[in-house]
T-cell receptor, first 115, second 111 residues
Framework: DGGITQSPKYLFRKEGQNVTLSCEQN?????MYWYRQDPGQGLRLIYY???????QKGDIAEGYSVSREKKESFPLTVTSAQKNPTAFYLC??????????????FGAGSRLTVL | DAKTTQPPSMDCAEGRAANLPCNHS???????VYWYRQIHSQGPQYIIH???NNETNEMASLIITEDRKSSTLILPHATLRDTAVYYC????????????FGGGTRVLVKP
């Protein structure tokens, strides 16, 4: 079945450590996205990529970095510069154009806790 | 982007139709209405979208008013598994979009 796989599902990190969240899709989608969700809140866009080797900052990119070396993969690194990284992280993908560009398929999420 | 307004919460009875309203009075002619839902601790799930005509799929129906300033998502026979936060989003159908998921309606289906 086609879909998006995020790993790990749960992750604990000590302050000052970088951590990388994996996101892989087999939907042949060109566009991929990373969102952050805090308890009781909506989703906020961190980074998005419309094509391999290209990505743009979202609304809260500070303290995060991404790469898009392969169409299928869009890993997110939460760096030590992110002041409050404890959150639920969601990866999504979509086709790149038309009304379907707004039809996002989401992964199951990765829950990061900083100790 | 057109701003949307949804009630913060609503209850509905299991087995009955759930009608979720969304106001988008500043919608432009080329903007679509999209609906997503998010069940607790899961990623959002796309439900349906439309431009001006009513739409139906296996999950729900979308009714858009003739002036396109509001819409209603209809879950025909609500089940307990439909308990979730429902997001109404209005966006142009084009590449480079940044979908925003804020607010939404928290729907509680009661037995």
């Amino acid at each position: 079945d086609g879909g998006i796989t995020q790993s790990p599902k749960y992750l604990f990190r000590k302050e000052g450590q970088n951590v990388t969240l994996s996101c892989e899709q087999n939907l042949n989608h060109d566009a991929m996205y990373w969102y952050r969700q805090d308890p009781g809140q909506g989703l906020r866009l961190i980074y998005y990529s419309q094509i391999v080797n290209d990505f743009q900052k979202g609304d809260i990119a500070e303290g995060y970095s991404v790469s898009r070396e392969k169409k299928e993969s869009f890993p997110l690194t939460v760096t030590s510069a992110q002041k409050n990284p404890t959150a639920f992280y969601l990866c999504a993908s979509s086709i790149a154009g038309g009304s379907g560009a707004n039809v996002l398929t989401f992964g199951a999420g990765s829950r990061l806790t900083v100790l | 982007d057109a701003k949307t307004t949804q009630p913060p919460s609503m209850d509905c009875a299991e087995g009955r139709a759930a009608n979720l309203p969304c106001n988008h009075s500043t919608i432009s002619g080329n903007e679509y209405v999209y609906w997503y839902r998010q069940i607790h601790s899961q990623g959002p799930q796309y439900i349906i979208h439309g431009l001006k005509n009513n739409e139906t799929n296996e999950m729900a129906s979308l009714i858009i008013t003739e002036d396109r300033k509001s819409s209603t998502l209809i879950l025909p026979h609500a089940t307990l598994r439909d308990t979730a936060v429902y997001y109404c989003i209005v966006r142009v159908g084009a590449a480079g979009n940044k979908l925003t998921f804020g607010g939404g309606t928290r729907v509680l289906v009661k037995p």
